[in-house]
Nanobody
Framework: VQLQASGGGLVQAGGSLRLSCAVS????????LGWFRQAPGKEREFVASISWNGATTYYTDSVKGRFTISRDSAKNTVYLQMNSLKPEDTADYYC?????????????????WGQGTQVTVSS
């Protein structure tokens, strides 16, 4: 199983980035997908998740209205569109897959993880 995250970079506050995570080695439609982030010296935290069929999404409060998670079954890819970025969004962002349904926000509830992609937002 591989989850390959990409799309990070350096952006000014107020700007946008779109993260992608290409998934292989598992049946894409069987898994919910999530994005987490980890800032230096902090624990990894939940950002957003999307259900196996794309019908349901969840967001942590600090990104609601600014970030959008989506998935493309034809490309086995999950996305995180990030708008109105703030310096406090600076972190390494990780994608992950889970067989659990519903609101899944705990790190240990996810079965597979990708490597991080770094997002830096300058003020």
């Amino acid at each position: 199983v591989q989850l390959q995250a990409s799309g990070g970079g350096l952006v000014q506050a107020g700007g946008s980035l779109r993260l992608s995570c290409a998934v292989s080695g598992l049946t894409f439609s069987y898994y919910g997908l999530g994005w987490f982030r980890q800032a230096p010296g902090k624990e990894r935290e939940f950002v957003a998740s999307i259900s196996w069929n794309g019908a349901t999404t969840y967001y942590t409060d600090s990104v609601k209205g600014r970030f959008t998670i989506s998935r493309d079954s034809a490309k086995n890819t999950v996305y995180l569109q990030m708008n109105s970025l703030k310096p406090e969004d600076t972190a390494d962002y990780y994608c992950a897959a889970t067989k659990l349904t519903g609101y899944v926000s705990r790190v240990y509830d996810y079965d597979y993880w990708g490597q991080g992609t770094q997002v830096t937002v300058s003020s």
